[in-house]
């Protein structure tokens, strides 16, 4: 039995040795995680997925704010592989984010313990695989955070605590698409839609995903763990009020139906309050040409009766989904991972001291294709960015500034292939514009950090823009969409040294170039600013024989 490993210690000082990361005082989460390959049919045809401890999706994290997570991941794939932890801020520890520009990826064979504290957050999130498509094949799972008890949580504890993740589905292997892309085309439209890795089949023999007792009050956290589609998810008959986005408290509306971007999560509370039979939740394809739909079944305890075949229609066109964007609103009074509450942090009064410009495009470098941010497509240098930086060897495996705060009015054409990172002083409060001058929709990650998404419009983004922002109660989080040659705009403190990237959630897109790191140096080699880099990081690239550079200092 490979069962997931977990147990919960307090663990003391002492004993922790050189474990710099892992935190006096909060429990600590072990969990040991075996990553294979498998066969499983999830859209009715045999395919190879990627599994955790035999397990498709892979278990749920299930934490509570500062816990200490130790993660031993063995890599029984026949390549090298890294998960990354979506949304978890890792402060002051880019050594944990596991994206190739920060780590040294996990050898076929070998294993790597992620060690990471979830300091000062609550909420909603999911892990995923960064390395090669690996993230078609499986691998990824939810990831919550729970509030200490003293904090209050906006709203009555829920009968339990389910997550949902949904994602358009490939029936092609992580190996096949990649081979797609790496000969210079798309990975063209999924074939289906999976919930949880399924799909109901409407057989009447379907087993249910989730059962609620009628008059009980449930919380759903839905996370989008595609490669490409917007999801437009629902329940028959159930309405959903919204509480929580990405490491938020919201403002709690109520909703028929939510739009779902990849990479994003929310959560929200579902009553119980029809008739006791069984319901369809649903996930379906959004902005594209022919819908493709998954669902599963809502069941309730003693309930008589199967889900209707019936479905509830999904919103038609993008300005629908735009303003359901704009009527997400930070709660200003409910308190988050601290007691103080979250609109105690005015955001909307920081002067801004930089803005830069990102603007994302599409083009055929030497016949193949390749995305972009601000004419650069990204390549992951064999020695990661983040070690390279430590070791002082920067300057031998990779340029600065690759791009200005300013595009170049040829970005959407002209595009050069190299690793793609930006300097970034530490503290800056900062303005990033993404200018979408495409027709598909685009959604964007930021690693290390929450960012206030203040806007997303139609149109050329101008500074005079700028008095349409939501200074006073945007939602503080981590991933935005951009809708087809419009714009978003997102405020960051950068208040995190690390190197830190900035991807498209499009898989193929990430793959294929557009992704960018911020480096928010550490000059000082203060331990206040950063953690030292842990004793058993992976080394590989040109650093790896090299003397290891002397530990930041405490001062
Ligand atoms: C992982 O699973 C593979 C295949 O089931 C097995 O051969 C291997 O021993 C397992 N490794 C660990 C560390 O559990
Ligand atoms: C998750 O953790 C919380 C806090 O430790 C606990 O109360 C809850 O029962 C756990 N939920 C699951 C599904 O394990
Ligand atoms: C690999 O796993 C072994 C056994 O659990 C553990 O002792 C070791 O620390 C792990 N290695 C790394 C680099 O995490
Ligand atoms: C915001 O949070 C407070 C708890 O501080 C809660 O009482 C209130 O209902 C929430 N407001 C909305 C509009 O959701
Ligand atoms: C922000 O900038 C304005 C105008 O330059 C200045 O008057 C104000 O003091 C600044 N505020 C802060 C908090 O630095
Ligand atoms: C990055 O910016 C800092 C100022 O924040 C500066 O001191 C440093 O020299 C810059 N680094 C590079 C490599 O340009």
């Known amino acids: 039995m490979s069962g997931m490993m977990m147990k919960l210690l307090l663990l003391l000082c002492l004993s922790l040795g050189t474990i710099s990361v892992v935190h006096c005082g909060d429990p600590t989460l072990f969990f040991t995680w075996n990553i294979t390959y498998g066969t499983i049919s999830p859209l009715g045809v045999p395919q190879q997925v990627i599994l955790i401890n035999g397990a498709f999706p892979g278990p749920n994290i299930n934490s509570t704010t500062n816990n200490n997570l130790v993660v031993n991941v063995f890599n029984n794939l026949d390549e090298p592989f890294l998960l990354t932890w979506s949304g978890i801020q890792q402060k002051k520890n880019s050594w944990q984010d596991g994206t190739l520009g920060t780590m040294c990826p996990i050898p076929a064979g070998k294993n790597f313990t992620y060690q990471f504290q979830v300091k000062d957050q609550i909420g909603s999130f999911m892990y995923y695989p960064t390395t090669a498509m690996h993230r078609a094949g499986g691998a990824f799972g939810g990831l919550r955070v729970n509030s200490r008890l003293l904090i209050p949580v906006p709203y009555a504890p829920p009968e339990d605590d389910y ?127 022919s819908v493709l739909l998954g669902k599963g079944i809502v069941r309730y305890e003693n309930g008589k009766g199967p889900a209707s075949p019936e479905l509830p229609e999904a919103p038609v066109g993008w300005a629908w989904s735009l303003n359901q964007f704009r009527s997400f609103r930070w709660n200003l009074t409910s308190s988050a991972a601290r007691p103080n509450p979250q609109g105690s942090y005015h955001y909307g009064k920081i002067n801004i001291t930089r803005t830069i410009r990102l603007v994302n495009s599409a083009a055929k470098v030497d016949g193949k294709l390749r995305y972009s941010v601000s004419g650069v497509s990204h390549v992951d240098p064999e020695t990661p960015l983040k070690l390279a930086e430590y070791y002082g060897v920067a300057n031998k495996v990779f340029k600065i500034d690759t791009i200005k705060d300013e595009p170049p009015a040829d ?82 403190a950068f208040d995190n040294p690390g190197m830190w990237n900035i991807r498209s959630e499009q898989a193929e897109r990430r793959y294929l170039g557009q992704q960018l790191y911020i480096t928010v140096p550490n000059p ?25 550079p002397p530990p930041f200092s405490s001062n």
């Not at 994602?167 to 999976?194: C, E, F, M, N």
């Not at 109901?200 to 007792?213: C, H, R, S, V, Y």
């Not at 000082?524 to 290891?548: F, H, Q, T, W």
């Open 411 to 492: 970005a959407d054409t002209k595009v050069v292939l190299q690793p793609n990172v930006v300097n970034q002083t530490h503290k800056d409060f900062v303005e990033i514009i993404f200018e979408n001058h495409e027709k598909s929709l685009q959604s964007w990650h930021v690693s290390g950090y929450a960012f206030f998404a203040v806007a997303v419009e139609p149109g050329k983004w101008t500074p005079e823009k700028r008095k349409n922002y939501n200074l006073l109660d945007a939602v503080s989080r981590h991933t935005i969409q951009v809708y087809p040659k419009s714009w978003g705009a997102i405020m960051i």
């Open 163 to 289: 997550t949902v993740l949904i994602g358009d589905w490939y029936t092609k292997s992580h190996s096949t698409l990649r081979k797609q892309l790496d000969s210079g085309r798309t990975i063209a439209k999924p074939d289906g839609v999976l919930i949880n890795g399924k799909n109901a089949k409407g057989d009447g023999k379907d087993e249910p995903l989730f059962t609620m007792k009628a008059g009980k009050t449930y919380k759903y956290r839905i996370c989008n763990v595609g490669l490409k589609n917007s999801l437009n998810f629902r329940i028959q008959e159930h309405q959903m009020t919204l509480v929580e986005m990405e490491g938020s408290h919201t403002v709690q509306n109520t909703y028929e139906s939510l739009d779902v971007h990849v990479g994003q999560c929310m959560a929200v509370l579902v009553a119980a309050d029809q008739e006791p039979k069984d319901y369809y939740m649903v996930a379906s394809t959004r902005f594209t040409k």
């Open 524 to 548: 000082a080699r203060s331990l206040r600013d950063e953690y030292n880099m842990p004793d058993v990081s992976l080394l590989c690239g040109v650093i790896k024989d090299m003397p290891k």
